[in-house]
């Protein structure tokens, strides 16, 4: 059998100077690497990143079985091009099939491999005061908001020096992507939650401010829900 185990590594992206990538490895050595290097046509100024960790571990096929990204476009965006294995699994062991045609195949002993992925997903090490906020907003009580039609979807504290985003899916008579900014100094993440949970949790959504909403469809009136704080996008001029 072979040893998995995970390395987090910062990386530069188009959008984004301090992202993060998940590597891969397998007895020490980098799976994704490994794999890329083994394609038609690779170049080393193109070489795969590895998935941001947070949506990598996401993944439910990673202990289930099935389908998994592994790797990314050196863009960032998965959605671009990216790495994908099968994942096989069994009582004792879990398989991942590295080729379509199943003729590379890395085996893992199932204790060993479960317990990788969760020493993996619960170190928090490498994460930057905007990631840490990130991770604790994901973890608060949104479930609150299921019986409205508003279910979370992402938190993202790494594009504005002053504020952060919590954005929602909205979806009652008719389905809307809700953007919320939040003012954050980046000090504390722990601000960065009491300030999520006190505008948006605590407080009705149509009292909550700075929401930009994308209709999902058109034409869609604006939400049933929306108070004074409430905007459309716009586009702007094309």
Known sequence: ??????????C?????????????LVNGVDLIE???RSAAGYDPEMAMLGMDPIAFFKQTTLEAGGGLIIARCNCGDEGCSSIAVVVHTSLTEVSWSLRPDGTEVVRFGRDQYISAIGKARNDHSWETLERTAERLIAELEWARLAPLGITLC???ARGSKDSLSVTFWLESQGRYQLVCS????HLRP???VDAARRQ???IEP????????YPQAHPLPRPALAGPGWRPFDPGPR
Do not use: C, K
Request: charged share 20%.
């Open 1 to 10: 059998m072979t040893e998995l185990s995970f390395s987090v590594v910062s």
């Open 12 to 24: 530069t992206l188009p959008t984004e100077r301090n992202g993060h990538q998940l590597r891969i």
């Open 34 to 36: 490994r794999v890329d």
């Open 154 to 156: 992402h938190v993202y």
């Open 182 to 185: 939040l003012a954050w100094n």
């Open 190 to 192: 722990n601000a960065a």
């Open 200 to 202: 948006l949790l605590e």
């Open 206 to 213: 149509a009292r909550w401010s700075e929401v930009v909403y």
